[in-house]
Protein backbone atom coordinates (compact mmCIF):
# COMPACT_ATOMS: atom_id res chain seq x y z
CA UNK A 1 0.00 0.00 0.00
CA UNK A 2 1.34 3.56 -1.15
CA UNK A 3 1.64 5.91 2.15
CA UNK A 4 -0.73 8.87 2.73
CA UNK A 5 -0.06 12.32 3.64
CA UNK A 6 -1.85 13.71 6.41
CA UNK A 7 -1.99 17.28 7.35
CA UNK A 8 -2.41 18.19 10.95
CA UNK A 9 -3.72 21.32 11.86
CA UNK A 10 -5.99 23.77 14.30
CA UNK A 11 -6.75 26.21 11.52
CA UNK A 12 -9.14 26.00 8.39
CA UNK A 13 -7.09 24.52 5.82
CA UNK A 14 -6.84 27.34 3.00
CA UNK A 15 -6.22 25.18 -0.71
CA UNK A 16 -2.99 28.14 -1.78
CA UNK A 17 -1.66 26.90 0.89
CA UNK A 18 -2.29 23.54 0.26
CA UNK A 19 -1.32 23.76 -2.98
CA UNK A 20 2.23 25.39 -1.97
CA UNK A 21 2.67 22.29 0.62
CA UNK A 22 1.84 19.87 -1.84
CA UNK A 23 4.47 21.05 -4.21
CA UNK A 24 7.01 21.62 -1.78
CA UNK A 25 6.61 17.39 -0.65
CA UNK A 26 6.70 16.51 -4.60
CA UNK A 27 10.08 18.42 -5.43
CA UNK A 28 11.64 17.94 -1.82
CA UNK A 29 10.91 13.96 -2.17
CA UNK A 30 11.63 14.21 -6.67
CA UNK A 31 8.06 13.11 -6.93
CA UNK A 32 5.90 13.46 -10.51
CA UNK A 33 2.90 15.01 -9.69
CA UNK A 34 -0.28 16.67 -11.35
CA UNK A 35 -2.01 19.61 -9.20
CA UNK A 36 -5.08 20.57 -10.35
CA UNK A 37 -7.78 22.72 -8.61
CA UNK A 38 -7.93 21.24 -5.07
CA UNK A 39 -11.24 20.21 -3.41
CA UNK A 40 -11.27 19.45 0.15
CA UNK A 41 -14.28 17.38 0.95
CA UNK A 42 -15.69 16.02 4.38
CA UNK A 43 -15.63 12.73 4.46
CA UNK A 44 -19.28 11.12 5.17
CA UNK A 45 -20.03 7.50 5.89
CA UNK A 46 -23.70 6.52 6.71
CA UNK A 47 -24.51 10.88 6.45
CA UNK A 48 -22.25 11.31 9.56
CA UNK A 49 -18.54 13.48 8.93
CA UNK A 50 -15.86 11.20 10.10
CA UNK A 51 -13.82 14.32 11.43
CA UNK A 52 -11.71 13.77 8.08
CA UNK A 53 -11.17 15.82 5.41
CA UNK A 54 -9.70 15.02 2.02
CA UNK A 55 -7.50 16.54 -0.59
CA UNK A 56 -8.66 16.18 -4.37
CA UNK A 57 -6.67 17.23 -7.00
CA UNK A 58 -3.29 16.15 -5.97
CA UNK A 59 -2.14 13.03 -7.92
CA UNK A 60 1.24 11.49 -7.09
CA UNK A 61 1.79 7.90 -8.13
CA UNK A 62 4.05 7.78 -4.16
CA UNK A 63 0.72 9.33 -2.65
CA UNK A 64 -2.56 7.42 -1.84
CA UNK A 65 -4.40 9.69 -0.58
CA UNK A 66 -4.40 13.22 0.98
CA UNK A 67 -6.04 13.66 4.37
CA UNK A 68 -6.44 16.82 7.09
CA UNK A 69 -7.56 16.36 10.93
CA UNK A 70 -8.05 19.20 13.06
CA UNK A 71 -5.61 18.67 16.11
CA UNK A 72 -4.88 20.87 19.07
CA UNK A 73 -1.68 21.24 20.42
CA UNK A 74 -1.04 20.93 23.76
CA UNK A 75 1.44 24.64 23.71
CA UNK A 76 3.00 26.52 21.43
CA UNK A 77 1.87 24.52 18.52
CA UNK A 78 2.83 25.09 14.51
CA UNK A 79 0.18 25.51 11.98
CA UNK A 80 1.01 22.62 10.29
CA UNK A 81 2.29 18.43 10.65
CA UNK A 82 2.90 16.92 7.37
CA UNK A 83 3.23 13.22 7.79
CA UNK A 84 4.47 10.97 5.41
CA UNK A 85 2.64 7.66 5.96
CA UNK A 86 0.37 4.49 5.60
CA UNK A 87 -1.63 4.66 9.08
CA UNK A 88 -3.32 7.81 10.72
CA UNK A 89 -1.08 9.55 12.63
CA UNK A 90 -0.14 9.15 16.86
CA UNK A 91 1.73 11.94 18.98
CA UNK A 92 4.92 9.10 18.93
CA UNK A 93 5.11 9.46 15.02
CA UNK A 94 7.50 11.96 13.44
CA UNK A 95 6.55 14.15 10.98
CA UNK A 96 8.31 15.13 7.88
CA UNK A 97 7.70 18.92 7.60
CA UNK A 98 6.67 21.49 10.84
CA UNK A 99 5.21 24.53 9.05
CA UNK A 100 4.15 27.67 10.39
CA UNK A 101 1.75 29.73 8.17
CA UNK A 102 1.36 33.61 8.28
CA UNK A 103 -0.27 36.47 6.00
CA UNK A 104 1.68 38.90 7.81
CA UNK A 105 4.44 40.74 6.35
CA UNK A 106 6.50 43.17 7.99
CA UNK A 107 4.94 46.14 6.01
CA UNK A 108 1.80 45.48 8.05
CA UNK A 109 4.00 44.86 11.64
CA UNK A 110 7.58 44.12 12.35
CA UNK A 111 7.21 42.00 15.17
CA UNK A 112 4.54 39.60 14.35
CA UNK A 113 5.42 39.18 10.66
CA UNK A 114 8.51 37.23 12.25
CA UNK A 115 9.38 37.44 15.75
CA UNK A 116 6.06 36.29 17.30
CA UNK A 117 5.78 32.52 15.07
CA UNK A 118 9.59 31.92 16.63
CA UNK A 119 8.87 30.71 19.48
CA UNK A 120 6.74 27.90 17.80
CA UNK A 121 10.46 26.50 15.65
CA UNK A 122 12.31 26.60 19.27
CA UNK A 123 9.39 24.64 21.36
CA UNK A 124 8.95 22.14 18.51
CA UNK A 125 12.97 20.88 18.89
CA UNK A 126 11.35 19.40 22.37
CA UNK A 127 9.11 16.80 20.54
CA UNK A 128 10.64 16.29 17.04
CA UNK A 129 14.37 17.43 16.77
CA UNK A 130 15.01 16.62 13.12
CA UNK A 131 11.62 17.52 11.88
CA UNK A 132 12.40 20.31 8.82
CA UNK A 133 11.00 23.48 9.88
CA UNK A 134 9.22 26.10 7.38
CA UNK A 135 7.72 29.17 7.94
CA UNK A 136 5.53 29.86 4.87
CA UNK A 137 3.84 33.29 3.70
CA UNK A 138 0.73 33.03 2.23
CA UNK A 139 1.11 37.00 1.62
CA UNK A 140 -2.45 38.69 0.94
CA UNK A 141 -1.11 42.33 0.80
CA UNK A 142 2.13 43.36 -1.01
CA UNK A 143 5.39 42.40 -0.11
CA UNK A 144 7.74 45.30 2.13
CA UNK A 145 9.60 46.35 -0.81
CA UNK A 146 12.43 46.97 1.57
CA UNK A 147 12.54 45.00 4.06
CA UNK A 148 13.17 46.57 7.60
CA UNK A 149 15.98 45.64 10.03
CA UNK A 150 13.63 43.73 12.43
CA UNK A 151 12.61 41.48 9.64
CA UNK A 152 16.20 40.81 8.26
CA UNK A 153 17.13 40.22 11.86
CA UNK A 154 14.51 37.68 12.26
CA UNK A 155 14.73 36.08 9.36
CA UNK A 156 18.46 35.18 9.66
CA UNK A 157 17.93 34.05 12.96
CA UNK A 158 15.31 31.60 11.78
CA UNK A 159 17.88 30.66 8.46
CA UNK A 160 20.38 29.29 11.70
CA UNK A 161 17.89 27.61 13.21
CA UNK A 162 17.24 25.96 9.75
CA UNK A 163 14.04 27.10 9.52
CA UNK A 164 12.99 27.27 5.49
CA UNK A 165 11.59 30.37 4.25
CA UNK A 166 8.51 30.06 1.80
CA UNK A 167 6.54 32.42 -0.45
CA UNK A 168 8.66 35.37 0.43
CA UNK A 169 11.56 36.55 -2.33
CA UNK A 170 14.72 36.87 -0.22
CA UNK A 171 18.19 38.84 -0.69
CA UNK A 172 20.33 35.83 -0.66
CA UNK A 173 23.12 38.43 -0.20
CA UNK A 174 21.21 39.77 2.94
CA UNK A 175 18.92 36.62 4.23
CA UNK A 176 22.11 34.33 5.11
CA UNK A 177 22.62 32.40 8.40
CA UNK A 178 24.41 33.92 11.36
CA UNK A 179 28.06 32.72 11.13
CA UNK A 180 29.27 33.06 14.72
CA UNK A 181 27.68 34.60 18.41
CA UNK A 182 29.48 37.68 17.74
CA UNK A 183 28.21 38.61 14.42
CA UNK A 184 24.56 38.18 16.26
CA UNK A 185 25.64 40.36 19.05
CA UNK A 186 27.39 43.20 16.30
CA UNK A 187 24.18 43.03 13.59
CA UNK A 188 21.48 43.58 16.91
CA UNK A 189 23.75 46.45 18.08
CA UNK A 190 23.76 48.19 14.95
CA UNK A 191 20.06 47.92 14.35
CA UNK A 192 17.59 51.79 15.31
CA UNK A 193 17.50 51.92 18.61
CA UNK A 194 14.16 51.31 20.15
CA UNK A 195 11.35 54.59 21.18
CA UNK A 196 12.45 56.23 24.32
CA UNK A 197 10.96 54.51 27.51
CA UNK A 198 10.91 50.74 25.55
CA UNK A 199 13.57 48.78 27.13
CA UNK A 200 15.67 47.80 23.97
CA UNK A 201 16.57 44.51 23.05
CA UNK A 202 20.47 44.16 23.33
CA UNK A 203 22.59 41.74 23.72
CA UNK A 204 26.28 41.99 26.02
CA UNK A 205 28.95 39.11 26.37
CA UNK A 206 30.92 38.72 29.11
CA UNK A 207 33.58 35.92 29.67
CA UNK A 208 31.31 33.40 31.56
CA UNK A 209 27.90 35.05 30.74
CA UNK A 210 25.71 36.96 27.42
CA UNK A 211 23.17 39.24 28.88
CA UNK A 212 20.07 39.87 26.94
CA UNK A 213 17.87 42.54 27.65
CA UNK A 214 13.90 42.46 26.82
CA UNK A 215 11.01 43.34 28.40
CA UNK A 216 8.21 40.08 28.92
CA UNK A 217 6.12 41.26 31.47
CA UNK A 218 2.61 42.70 29.58
CA UNK A 219 -1.01 42.39 30.28
CA UNK A 220 -0.01 41.23 34.46
CA UNK A 221 2.13 38.69 33.19
CA UNK A 222 4.03 36.44 31.09
CA UNK A 223 2.90 37.25 27.68
CA UNK A 224 4.61 39.90 25.87
CA UNK A 225 4.36 37.60 22.45
CA UNK A 226 6.75 39.21 19.96
CA UNK A 227 9.84 39.38 22.87
CA UNK A 228 8.98 35.94 23.71
CA UNK A 229 9.63 35.20 20.32
CA UNK A 230 12.42 37.45 19.94
CA UNK A 231 14.46 36.27 23.20
CA UNK A 232 13.24 32.18 22.45
CA UNK A 233 15.24 32.43 19.09
CA UNK A 234 18.16 34.77 20.08
CA UNK A 235 19.11 32.26 23.19
CA UNK A 236 18.17 29.50 20.79
CA UNK A 237 20.57 30.47 18.19
CA UNK A 238 23.13 31.16 20.62
CA UNK A 239 23.07 27.65 21.77
CA UNK A 240 23.02 26.41 18.26
CA UNK A 241 26.13 28.33 17.57
CA UNK A 242 28.18 27.61 20.70
CA UNK A 243 27.00 29.08 23.60
CA UNK A 244 27.28 26.81 26.83
CA UNK A 245 27.89 29.29 29.36
CA UNK A 246 25.48 31.14 31.36
CA UNK A 247 22.18 33.28 28.80
CA UNK A 248 20.19 35.64 30.97
CA UNK A 249 17.66 37.67 30.25
CA UNK A 250 17.26 41.12 32.08
CA UNK A 251 15.00 44.04 32.52
CA UNK A 252 11.97 41.51 31.90
CA UNK A 253 9.93 44.03 34.39
CA UNK A 254 8.87 40.24 36.27
CA UNK A 255 7.97 39.37 39.54
CA UNK A 256 8.07 35.99 40.77
CA UNK A 257 4.64 35.61 41.07
CA UNK A 258 4.29 35.79 37.25
CA UNK A 259 7.10 33.20 36.40
CA UNK A 260 4.64 29.76 35.97
CA UNK A 261 5.34 26.23 35.21
CA UNK A 262 3.00 25.99 32.39
CA UNK A 263 3.97 29.15 30.44
CA UNK A 264 5.80 27.98 27.27
CA UNK A 265 8.71 30.73 27.74
CA UNK A 266 9.61 29.31 31.21
CA UNK A 267 9.46 25.87 29.05
CA UNK A 268 11.84 26.87 27.16
CA UNK A 269 13.99 28.47 29.17
CA UNK A 270 14.50 24.89 31.00
CA UNK A 271 15.49 23.60 27.73
CA UNK A 272 17.78 26.15 26.73
CA UNK A 273 19.01 26.88 30.37
CA UNK A 274 17.73 30.68 30.49
CA UNK A 275 18.31 32.57 33.36
CA UNK A 276 15.62 35.50 34.38
CA UNK A 277 17.69 38.37 36.67
CA UNK A 278 17.15 38.59 40.23
CA UNK A 279 14.13 35.60 39.69
CA UNK A 280 13.96 31.71 40.05
CA UNK A 281 13.60 29.84 36.78
CA UNK A 282 11.00 27.21 38.12
CA UNK A 283 11.73 23.74 36.88
CA UNK A 284 9.18 22.47 34.49
CA UNK A 285 7.47 19.40 32.97
CA UNK A 286 6.63 19.10 28.81
CA UNK A 287 3.24 17.45 28.38
CA UNK A 288 3.92 14.10 27.23
CA UNK A 289 2.71 14.59 23.50
CA UNK A 290 3.18 18.14 21.09
CA UNK A 291 -0.99 17.41 20.47
CA UNK A 292 -3.80 15.48 20.35
CA UNK A 293 -6.71 15.02 17.94
CA UNK A 294 -9.16 17.95 18.24
CA UNK A 295 -12.68 16.33 19.70
CA UNK A 296 -14.22 19.46 21.87
CA UNK A 297 -13.28 22.62 20.01
CA UNK A 298 -16.44 25.02 18.98
CA UNK A 299 -14.09 25.78 15.48
CA UNK A 300 -14.98 21.68 14.56
CA UNK A 301 -18.60 23.87 13.44
CA UNK A 302 -17.16 26.62 12.00
CA UNK A 303 -14.59 25.06 9.71
CA UNK A 304 -16.52 22.26 8.56
CA UNK A 305 -19.28 24.81 7.38
CA UNK A 306 -17.00 26.79 5.76
CA UNK A 307 -15.35 24.01 3.83
CA UNK A 308 -18.58 22.58 3.25
CA UNK A 309 -19.64 26.16 1.58
CA UNK A 310 -16.68 26.94 -0.21
CA UNK A 311 -16.41 23.25 -1.91
CA UNK A 312 -20.20 22.56 -2.73
CA UNK A 313 -21.61 25.79 -3.18
CA UNK A 314 -21.12 28.71 -4.99
CA UNK A 315 -20.34 30.90 -1.84
CA UNK A 316 -17.28 32.64 -0.24
CA UNK A 317 -15.83 33.69 3.07
CA UNK A 318 -14.88 36.70 3.36
CA UNK A 319 -14.06 36.99 6.51
CA UNK A 320 -12.76 34.17 9.08
CA UNK A 321 -11.61 34.07 12.76
CA UNK A 322 -11.99 30.75 14.06
CA UNK A 323 -11.28 30.12 17.66
CA UNK A 324 -7.67 29.80 18.38
CA UNK A 325 -6.80 30.61 15.00
CA UNK A 326 -5.35 33.17 13.21
CA UNK A 327 -7.62 36.29 12.25
CA UNK A 328 -8.02 36.58 8.34
CA UNK A 329 -8.59 39.96 6.34
CA UNK A 330 -11.99 40.89 5.46
CA UNK A 331 -12.31 40.69 1.26
CA UNK A 332 -13.98 43.34 -0.78
CA UNK A 333 -15.89 42.36 -3.97
CA UNK A 334 -13.01 43.88 -5.61
CA UNK A 335 -10.47 41.17 -3.56
CA UNK A 336 -8.73 43.69 -1.67
CA UNK A 337 -7.95 42.53 2.20
CA UNK A 338 -8.74 45.46 4.53
CA UNK A 339 -7.49 44.10 7.98
CA UNK A 340 -10.58 44.64 10.76
CA UNK A 341 -9.59 47.54 13.23
CA UNK A 342 -9.78 46.08 16.69
CA UNK A 343 -11.20 49.08 18.11
CA UNK A 344 -13.80 51.65 17.63
CA UNK A 345 -11.88 54.83 19.41
CA UNK A 346 -8.25 53.49 19.83
CA UNK A 347 -7.44 56.67 22.47
CA UNK A 348 -10.86 55.91 24.22
CA UNK A 349 -9.81 52.34 24.57
CA UNK A 350 -6.46 53.13 26.09
CA UNK A 351 -8.21 55.67 28.60
CA UNK A 352 -10.11 52.48 29.55
CA UNK A 353 -13.31 52.33 28.16
CA UNK A 354 -13.80 48.88 27.30
CA UNK A 355 -16.97 49.26 24.87
CA UNK A 356 -14.16 50.74 22.41
CA UNK A 357 -13.28 47.18 21.46
CA UNK A 358 -14.88 45.91 18.17
CA UNK A 359 -16.57 42.23 18.39
CA UNK A 360 -16.27 40.38 15.27
CA UNK A 361 -17.65 37.22 14.42
CA UNK A 362 -15.96 34.05 13.77
CA UNK A 363 -16.74 33.77 10.46
CA UNK A 364 -18.28 36.03 7.43
CA UNK A 365 -19.89 33.99 4.60
CA UNK A 366 -21.54 35.54 1.39
CA UNK A 367 -24.49 33.89 -0.93
CA UNK A 368 -24.15 35.80 -4.40
CA UNK A 369 -27.25 34.03 -5.11
CA UNK A 370 -29.85 35.08 -2.96
CA UNK A 371 -27.27 38.35 -1.73
CA UNK A 372 -27.24 37.34 1.75
CA UNK A 373 -23.93 38.07 4.00
CA UNK A 374 -23.63 35.25 7.00
CA UNK A 375 -22.54 36.50 9.80
CA UNK A 376 -21.59 33.87 11.90
CA UNK A 377 -20.65 33.13 16.05
CA UNK A 378 -19.19 29.70 16.84
CA UNK A 379 -19.67 27.95 19.94
CA UNK A 380 -20.10 24.85 21.52
CA UNK A 381 -23.51 23.09 22.53
CA UNK A 382 -23.05 23.48 25.79
CA UNK A 383 -22.55 27.60 25.42
CA UNK A 384 -25.07 27.98 22.95
CA UNK A 385 -27.25 30.64 25.21
CA UNK A 386 -23.79 32.61 24.98
CA UNK A 387 -23.69 32.32 21.25
CA UNK A 388 -27.16 33.58 20.65
CA UNK A 389 -26.60 36.62 23.04
CA UNK A 390 -23.35 37.65 21.36
CA UNK A 391 -25.01 38.13 18.12
CA UNK A 392 -26.07 41.18 19.36
CA UNK A 393 -22.60 42.46 19.24
CA UNK A 394 -22.11 42.86 15.29
CA UNK A 395 -23.57 46.11 14.54
CA UNK A 396 -20.43 48.01 14.13
CA UNK A 397 -18.90 45.58 11.87
CA UNK A 398 -22.41 45.56 9.74
CA UNK A 399 -22.52 49.47 9.33
CA UNK A 400 -18.36 49.68 8.84
CA UNK A 401 -17.79 47.04 6.75
CA UNK A 402 -19.95 45.06 5.35
CA UNK A 403 -22.71 47.36 4.45
CA UNK A 404 -20.19 49.95 3.16
CA UNK A 405 -18.31 47.14 0.39
CA UNK A 406 -21.78 44.93 -0.25
CA UNK A 407 -24.74 47.95 0.21
CA UNK A 408 -27.10 45.83 -1.81
CA UNK A 409 -26.88 42.32 0.06
CA UNK A 410 -28.96 41.33 2.92
CA UNK A 411 -27.43 40.48 6.92
CA UNK A 412 -28.20 36.92 8.36
CA UNK A 413 -26.76 36.34 11.70
CA UNK A 414 -26.93 33.00 13.35
CA UNK A 415 -24.75 30.48 15.57
CA UNK A 416 -22.79 27.41 14.28
CA UNK A 417 -22.54 24.73 17.48
CA UNK A 418 -20.54 22.17 17.53
CA UNK A 419 -20.40 18.98 20.19
CA UNK A 420 -23.62 17.07 22.42
CA UNK A 421 -25.64 14.40 21.13
CA UNK A 422 -28.55 16.65 20.15
CA UNK A 423 -30.61 15.40 16.98
CA UNK A 424 -32.46 18.55 16.61
CA UNK A 425 -32.03 22.50 17.15
CA UNK A 426 -35.14 24.03 18.66
CA UNK A 427 -33.52 27.33 18.97
CA UNK A 428 -33.89 29.75 15.77
CA UNK A 429 -30.87 31.41 15.93
CA UNK A 430 -28.92 28.41 15.84
CA UNK A 431 -28.42 27.73 11.86
CA UNK A 432 -26.32 24.55 12.10
CA UNK A 433 -25.31 21.47 14.46
CA UNK A 434 -22.24 19.16 13.98
CA UNK A 435 -23.21 17.13 17.12
CA UNK A 436 -19.96 14.88 18.23
CA UNK A 437 -21.28 11.71 16.71
CA UNK A 438 -20.67 13.50 13.29
CA UNK A 439 -24.56 14.29 12.55
CA UNK A 440 -25.32 17.30 10.54
CA UNK A 441 -28.02 19.29 11.96
CA UNK A 442 -30.01 22.13 9.92
CA UNK A 443 -31.61 25.01 12.04
CA UNK A 444 -35.27 25.74 11.61
CA UNK A 445 -34.57 29.11 9.86
CA UNK A 446 -31.11 27.97 8.29
CA UNK A 447 -29.51 30.65 5.62
CA UNK A 448 -29.92 28.81 2.46
CA UNK A 449 -26.14 28.86 1.82
CA UNK A 450 -26.20 26.29 5.01
CA UNK A 451 -29.53 24.11 2.94
CA UNK A 452 -27.66 23.89 -0.47
CA UNK A 453 -23.87 23.49 1.60
CA UNK A 454 -25.14 20.56 3.26
CA UNK A 455 -27.50 18.88 0.53
CA UNK A 456 -25.12 19.22 -2.00
CA UNK A 457 -22.71 17.17 0.78
CA UNK A 458 -25.38 14.52 1.23
CA UNK A 459 -25.64 14.16 -2.62
CA UNK A 460 -22.25 14.04 -2.85
CA UNK A 461 -22.19 10.91 -0.69
CA UNK A 462 -24.85 8.85 -2.14
Not at 38 to 51: A, C, G, M, V
Not at 94 to 116: C, F, M
Not at 207 to 227: A, V
Not at 397 to 408: A, G, L, R, T, V
Amino acid sequence: MKPNLYLLTEEKPKKEVLATILQKFAKDYAFACFLNPLQIHPILENDKFTFTYQVKGFDCNKVNKVFIKTVSGNSSFTDFLVFYQENEPTPTDTPIYAIEETKTDDKESRNTGVYQRCSKFVFIKNYYPNVKMIMLYNLQVEQKEKPTETYIFGTRLLLTLGVEILGKKLDESVFVPFQNIDEVIDFKANMRKAPAGNVPILLAKSKNKIEISGRLYKSEGLSHDPNIGALSIICAVLRKLGWTKKLEITQHGLEQKHVGKTNKFIQIANKLAISLQGLEVPKTELNTDYWKYDTEGEKLGTIFIHVVVENFTTGESIFENHAGSEKGYFMTKEGEAIPLAKYKDREKYKAGDKDQIIHIPDLILIDFGHSEVINIEGKKYKFRSQGIAELANYDFIEQNYIKKYYPKFKIFRTVVLYGGKEQQIVEIEIGFLLNENGELILGIKAPKLFQNAIKNLLDFWV
